[in-house]
């Protein structure tokens, strides 16, 4: 019939369907199906491994607000504002910036993860808000070989922030440069006023820096940009490998409790844009005790006279400076911008020149001692009849008074007068 003709076609097509489907279920079945002679759990396991075989392992994770290239080692997480480090950290990561953040306190054990960041070398926490960095707070960072800590307003750096809780039983620090430029908190935020806080601020980085063996590995600290008026003493002490110090673009204004005869390995002293009026015996032998040192003293306001002689004799002699022919000096004004180099002992008297400013104050204050005086003899020119009677009742005063004296005197010394005067008593 024609109606069973058209229908046969379409349900030969249908089933067709159905056992090409039946055959896809039957091979998955088959393939998932445990073997008689092999346990269900082993060739789960050996299915797994064989697909894992097949495609390439997951790649770490990188923090939301990071930029993460694992080829290079790197995570940069930059402008984010972020609050604290990211608690997600690939540990495949070498090099971490974490710039330009809102962090303000860095606790203990700030980059402790499981597993360990064991290789992370190089820390960039710079131009965050950082006010606080706890004890502790690099330790299981064992690879960590340069700290960037530059542009954050400190107001306490613990003297164990480079070391363990405890310097007594923590290993040796691994860092080998330390990068501490401007650190130095606004003055509004400086503890007992200006001076004291600098104060106070200079001991902090200082004890730091020499909290026991800790920092004996390292090679670079710059602490430029810190407004540091004397260099703490015993500051470098515990720093025996330094070889790259900077110091420059503070407000040194002596070095005289500055000790660099430990630092045997010293290549490079930056004290450029400093204070420095003059430098002293004791110093420049230091430097010319070491062997491979280089100074660099440019834009100081040196005082050119005969306290610089010795620094002068010492400069035309050495090569530890070597931008000693830019040297200038800066007072007194007659000797202004000349070469510290061009300078020969003739040149460097002690004379005492006062600077304009204070020479307009003497003179000042000396128009008014003279208007002063002048006013005072005015008054006794005035009163000059009343003051000359006063003179006169003064002298008569004194004159009955020195008779009087006298009378008394001629009675005792002669007996006569004496007895004549009991007499007349009686």
């Known amino acids: 019939m024609p109606g069973a003709g058209s229908r046969g076609p379409a349900a030969g097509d249908g089933r067709l369907r159905l056992a090409r489907l039946a055959l896809v279920l039957l091979g998955w079945i088959s393939a998932s199906a445990p073997s008689s002679s092999v346990p269900s759990s082993s060739t789960s396991s050996t299915a797994f491994l064989a697909s894992g075989s097949a495609q390439p392992p997951p790649a770490e994770r990188c923090p939301a607000a990071c930029e993460c290239s694992e080829a290079a080692r790197t995570v940069k997480c930059v402008n984010r504002n972020l609050l604290e480090v990211p608690a997600d950290l690939p540990p495949y990561v070498r090099n971490l910036f974490l710039t330009g953040n809102q962090m303000t306190v860095l ?63 923590s290993s040796p620090s691994p860092l080998v440069e330390l990068i501490l430029n401007h650190i130095v908190p606004p003055e509004d935020q400086r503890q007992n006023g200006s001076f004291e806080g600098m104060v106070a601020f200079e001991g902090m980085v200082a004890a730091a820096l020499r909290s026991g063996l800790a920092l004996q590995g390292l090679s670079r600290l710059e602490l430029a940009s810190n407004h540091f008026l004397y260099l703490p003493r015993d500051l470098l002490a515990q720093l025996p490998n330094l070889r790259h110090l900077d110091l420059r673009n503070n407000s040194l204004v002596s070095l005289t409790y500055a000790s660099f005869r430990n630092l ?79 300078l020969s002992s003739s040149d460097l008297d002690c004379d005492a020149i006062l600077p304009p400013s204070l020479q307009t104050s003497y003179v000042f204050l000396g128009i008014v001692l003279a208007l002063i005086g002048a006013i005072f003899l005015l008054v006794l020119y005035l009163n000059r009849k009343g003051i000359k009677k006063w003179m006169h009742n003064i002298r008569d005063a004194c004159r009955d008074h020195m008779e009087g004296y006298h009378y008394r005197y001629e009675i005792n010394a002669d007996p006569r007068l004496t007895n004549l005067s009991s007499n007349s008593d009686v």
Not at 134 to 157: I, V
């Open 107 to 169: 606790p203990a054990g700030a980059f402790a993860r499981q597993p360990p960041l064991a290789e992370l070398a190089t820390l960039n926490l710079s131009g965050n808000h950082l006010k606080e960095v706890c004890a502790g707070a690099f330790e299981h960072l064992p690879g960590l070989r340069q700290l960037d800590l530059s542009h954050n307003p400190l107001t306490n750096l613990s003297a164990f922030a480079f070391v363990g809780s405890n310097a007594s039983i």
């Open 264 to 342: 045997t390995h010293l290549e490079s002293l930056h004290l450029e844009d400093n204070a420095l009026k003059v430098l002293h015996n004791n110093t420049l032998a230091e430097w010319q005790g070491l062997a491979h040192v280089r100074v660099f003293l440019d834009n100081n306001p040196w005082v050119c006279d005969c306290y610089m002689a010795d620094m002068v004799a010492w400069l035309k002699e050495t090569e530890v400076v070597p931008d000693k022919a830019r040297l200038t000096c800066a007072f007194p004004e007659k000797m202004r911008n000349r070469g510290l180099l061009d």
